[in-house]
């Protein structure tokens, strides 16, 4: 089974500009989390798709940042104009809901490293 | 509100010695706890999770976890290091693990360095 994917790996760019995140998580997956680790802090949770809706988003920190699913498939964080603590690691998770409960194994994927210069 | 904390941003052991990772959290319910782990450039990876039932979990990999409600700790173990379990350590708590959001608080994380 091929784990979550996240693309690009690494991004470097310039205080101002747009950069936007792709997530795939793992096939038949309905529930899609985004997370960061700003440099030196702990990972935090941005927000939670179940399919193509946002189940939660009260971890994104501003309106520069943009999440969407659509079609429920894969995912994309944009931020826009990024700043420069926008920087950092950029996580995603998927699980499946079983019988309508969400199953407690998150599967990661190996993160967005993120800088702002 | 939950958190967690991590003792120890940095433990070193040498190859074949015991690794002890301290976690205490807080917690407004009955929570679930975890272990993650992420080598260099992988994801993190689930070692172990309490959800109630024994307060000793066995993990993956030969590691292992006691939950100690009195002490609100949730330490992680393992009786003999390998060079292969040098990574970073996240101890993470969960107040609403079946409520449909799998809003996770991670603590800062441990490295954990193996010295041959």
């Known amino acids: 089974e091929a784990g979550v994917t996240q693309f690009p790996s690494h991004s470097v760019i310039e205080k101002g500009q747009t950069v936007t995140l792709r997530c795939d998580p793992i096939s038949g997956h309905d529930n899609l989390y985004w997370y960061r680790r700003v440099m030196g802090k702990e990972i935090k949770f941005l927000l939670h798709f179940v399919k193509e809706s946002k189940q939660d988003e009260s971890g994104m920190p501003n309106n520069r940042f943009l999440a969407e699913r659509t079609g429920g498939t894969y995912s994309t964080l944009k931020v826009q104009p990024a700043e420069l603590e926008d920087s950092g690691v950029y996580f995603c998770?998927?699980?499946?809901?079983?019988?309508?409960?969400?199953?407690?194994?998150?599967?990661f994927g190996s993160g967005t490293q993120l800088s702002v210069l | 509100a939950q958190s967690v904390t991590q003792l120890d941003s940095h433990v070193s052991v040498s190859e074949g010695t015991p690794v002890l990772l301290r976690c205490n959290y807080s917690s407004s319910y009955s929570p679930s706890l975890f272990w993650y782990v992420q080598h260099p450039n992988k994801g993190l990876q689930l070692l172990l999770k309490?959800?109630?039932?024994?307060?000793l979990v066995k993990g993956i990999n030969g590691f292992e976890a006691e939950f100690k409600k009195s002490e609100t700790s949730f330490h992680l173990t393992k009786p003999s290091a390998h060079m292969s379990d040098a990574a970073e350590y996240f101890c993470?708590?969960?107040?609403?693990?079946?409520?449909?959001?799998?809003?996770?608080?991670f603590g800062t994380g441990t490295r954990l360095t193996i010295i041959p």
């Open positions: 309490y959800t109630s039932a024994a307060t």
């Open positions: 993470v708590v969960s107040d609403r693990p079946n409520f449909g959001n799998e809003k996770l608080t």
């Open positions: 998770a998927s699980s499946r809901t079983y019988r309508g409960a969400t199953n407690e194994k998150l599967f």
